[in-house]
């Protein structure tokens, strides 16, 4: 079966459930608000359904030769069961010559859900991120950067997020670009 991603924008009716899980799925400080990922430029927001039933969620943004994954979760009912691997999948199969990249949870002793961060680090090993050296501190939370294809520098996602938040709010959140 294949997946079908549907656009979300302020009329949609896929906003009430997208916009549930978004929440349930992310801690509220690593999270914008909904509204504003409803009116980013150069992001592509979706639904994910496989036949008619709602499987996820998954926010791109799109920047020249860059795909950044922003988001990306699956409804708690229908994990371990593959489709975050389909969902990552699609993706690289619609951009096969883009840059796509992602930041994921940094992986520490430090922190009490660290084997959580393993096994979503080990995920997107099995499909085909590696860990690009760079760290980022969004929204005052650490990342490691992932990269499916080619190389993505500190500068590049600092423009990347300068185009979607601007230049003030860019300096604000990003700390360390």
Same mark, same amino acid.
Request: net charge positive.
């Given at each position: 079966m294949s997946l079908t991603f549907v656009p979300i924008d302020e009329q949609g009716a896929e906003i009430a459930k997208t916009e549930?899980?978004?929440c349930s799925a992310f801690p509220e400080e690593e999270r914008?608000?909904? /509204? &504003?990922?409803l009116r &980013? $430029?150069?992001d592509t927001f979706y639904a994910v359904y496989e036949e008619n039933t709602f499987k996820g969620l998954v926010d791109l943004l799109l920047y020249g030769d860059l795909v950044y994954v922003f988001f990306l979760a699956v409804s708690p /009912?229908?994990?371990n069961q593959?489709?975050? =691997? $389909?969902?990552?999948e699609v993706i690289l199969a619609r951009y096969p010559k883009e840059r796509v990249?992602?930041?994921a949870d940094e992986v520490g002793e430090q922190y009490a859900d660290n084997l959580l961060r $393993?096994?979503?680090l080990g995920f997107y090993g099995r499909n085909g991120f590696r860990? =690009?050296?760079? $760290?980022i501190v969004e929204f005052g939370v650490r990342y490691d950067m992932l990269i499916a294809r080619g190389e993505v520098s500190k500068e590049e996602f600092r423009l990347v997020m300068q185009d979607l938040i601007g230049v003030e709010m860019a300096q604000k959140y990003y700390a360390n670009i």
């Open positions: 549930a899980l978004f914008p608000p909904f /509204e &504003w990922m &980013w $430029k150069h /009912e229908f994990r593959g489709i975050g =691997s $389909k969902i990552l990249f992602l930041l $393993k096994r979503r860990d =690009s050296g760079i $760290k």
